[in-house]
């Protein structure tokens, strides 16, 4: 009998991740690995494009959350996965990134017992193992609900694979058990590596009347950034200055269109590009031929580190340090000054960077072979 994995994705980071551990974990008969979608995200441009340009399998469960503040998706989330884990009784559960469909299954998945117990190399097991992907991130920022999720999400799993090796360390100061630990780099580049021949082939340039390297990629997502007028104004105005020296392309997650509307921001179509969120090939493209990103995200940090493209950070403090010891990546937060400052010092000498260790495109098959050691 092969050994029951149940995989759990639910927000538009998490499906990079999931691709190519469904791809790793279906090539292996040892593994039943199904997927579950908890709907976190729910938008064809924030979930089924993903699907579709990282031939992500189709979820074999789908929880259909949808939106709520923190305590109603995490809860929401936490009750349809339940009877759907009492059903299936997997001897594993793996959670990827730090979003609430992370925490959410895995702590549901901690306080199961099985109907049957299982051997595995930290003995007979009689709860499924919490495995999670892409442990040992701090931001040390708990302000950032992300922040919550990773510190929970890590005190409770049994398997903790690491992709930044900061998080070894953070994994150590905490006390989690060696041998729980597996450094086994980033499932993200796994990704990124498989698709950059496909990206690079997109036609997104064209359709929005670009050239390489001369247009700025912008995102914008995080809650600290957008959410309140007092700052996400003052932050548009100084990325207003930079648009009159480079065009800025912006594609608009929704939570930040729904508030640019609220506040009533404009963004001048001469300097602006303001698009609907891309999907992961034509954002691939539009990233490797930008001059320069600005960015709130986790993910994209790495991914210019990984393609050399020089990435400024929108935020006062990352969880993934070798983006910028090892990457293109530097910390600029939100002031005016600090985020011109680091525009310029790109212009004059833009960063070399390199890939980190086990930035390879093989951490899936690092954590198939990890985990066939731990399921005997
Ligand atoms: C979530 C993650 C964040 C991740 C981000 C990527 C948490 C705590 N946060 O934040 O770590 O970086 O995803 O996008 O899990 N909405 C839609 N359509 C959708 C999804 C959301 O319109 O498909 C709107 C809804 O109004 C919703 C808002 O966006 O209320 C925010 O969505 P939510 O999933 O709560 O958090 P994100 O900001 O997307």
Partial sequence: MPTKLLCVAGARPNFMKIAPLMRALRANPKWDARLV??????????????FDDLAIPRPDIELEVGSGSHAAQTAEIMKRFEPVIIAEQPQGVIVVGDVNSTIACALVTAKLTLEKSFPSSFGERRRPLVIHVEAGLRSFDDDMPEEINRKLTDAISDVLFVSDPAGVENLAKEGVAKERVVFVGNVMIDTLIAA??????SRVLETLGLREREYALLTLHRPSNVDDPKT??????????IAKEVRIVFPVHPRTRARIAAHGITLDPSRWTVVEPLGYLDFLKLTATAKVVLT??????EETTVLGVPCITLRENTERPVTITEGTNVLAGTKREAILAAYERFQKSPPPGRAPRFWDGKSAARIDEALSAIFR
């Avoid at 979608?37 to 993903?50: E, I, L, N, W």
């Avoid at 950059?196 to 082939?201: D, F, H, P, Y």
């Avoid at 996400?232 to 200055?241: A, F, M, Q, R």
């Avoid at 709130?296 to 940090?301: N, P, R």
Wanted: glycine fraction near 14%; avoid cysteine; hydrophobic fraction near 35%.
């Fill in 37 to 50: 979608h908890t709907g976190q995200h729910y938008d064809a441009a924030m979930s089924k494009v993903f």
């Fill in 196 to 201: 950059k021949g496909r990206a690079m082939e």
């Fill in 232 to 241: 996400l104004g003052p932050l548009l105005e100084t990325i207003d200055e």
């Fill in 296 to 301: 709130d995200s986790g993910g994209i940090q």
